[in-house]
């Protein structure tokens, strides 16, 4: 199976702050990893897809880059409704496998 | 707009088996260009993809080497949905189990999520 590590496992952060989340693959798969968003209590929301591709309504201070094994999420100006967890997921192989997650955190 | 509906018992006893469904509105379990997948997600494993089903001519299925032995995932196309068996559980499949359509690999679409426990 292809480990997914994601860092930092808590960030922590204010409004209007630029923030990176980084997720990096044990083996390349290519573009095809996907992020998501999810708050307590709730189900995760796919924020965007094959690295870099916005999910229509996501808005556009999200966004996403990378390629092979290094891929990063960034929020450019963190909003109060941003503070939750965030996941990478990757879809290359015929299996499918998660980071750890990254709580976003004042 | 595709709309997931899970349901199955929230408590399983050790060794017996886990079975949910997941009822699919605004899409097809046929589709040839969506996947339908269980999730599972507990503070122990965090998030993990357990399987899909999915129709590419013919009907095929996908599973998590974790489980491969135990699971089964099968679409019924009569009543348009799809479901989970997993076999001979533990307390450590005790999660919060999610179905997703994926369209057809990121999930875009997912159930509310259904809370099971494995305890006697």
């Known amino acids: 199976d292809i480990q997914m590590t994601q860092f930092p496992s808590t960030l922590s952060a204010s409004v209007g702050d630029r923030v990176t989340i980084t997720c990096r693959a044990s083996q390349s ?19 965007i897809y094959k690295a870099s591709s916005l999910k229509s309504g996501v ?48 | 707009q595709v709309q997931l509906q899970q349901s199955g018992p929230g408590l399983v006893k050790p060794s017996q088996t886990l079975s949910l469904t997941c009822a699919i ?6 589709s040839n260009s969506a996947a339908w997948n269980w999730i599972r997600q507990s503070p122990s494993r965090g998030i993990e993809w357990l399987g899909r089903t999915y129709y590419r001519s013919k009907w095929k299925n ?27 559980v533990t307390p450590e499949d005790t999660a919060v189990y999610y179905c997703a359509r994926g369209s057809p690999r990121e999930l875009t679409d997912w159930g509310r999520g259904t809370p099971v426990t494995v305890s006697s």
């Open chain 2, 25 to 30: 509105s605004g899409d097809s379990v046929s």
């Open chain 2, 62 to 88: 996908d599973y998590a080497v974790s489980v491969k032995s135990r699971i089964t995932i099968n679409p019924d196309m009569s009543k348009n949905l799809f479901s989970l068996r997993l076999t001979s």
């Open chain 1, 59 to 106: 808005p556009s201070r999200f966004s996403g880059s990378g390629s092979g094994t290094e891929f990063t999420l960034t929020i450019s100006s963190l909003q109060p409704n941003d503070f939750a967890t965030y996941y990478c997921q990757q879809y290359d192989s015929y299996s499918v496998t998660f980071g750890q997650g990254t709580k976003v955190e004042f």
């Open chain 1, 29 to 47: 798969i290519s573009s095809w990893l996907a992020w998501y968003q999810q708050k307590a209590g709730k189900v995760p929301n796919l924020l």
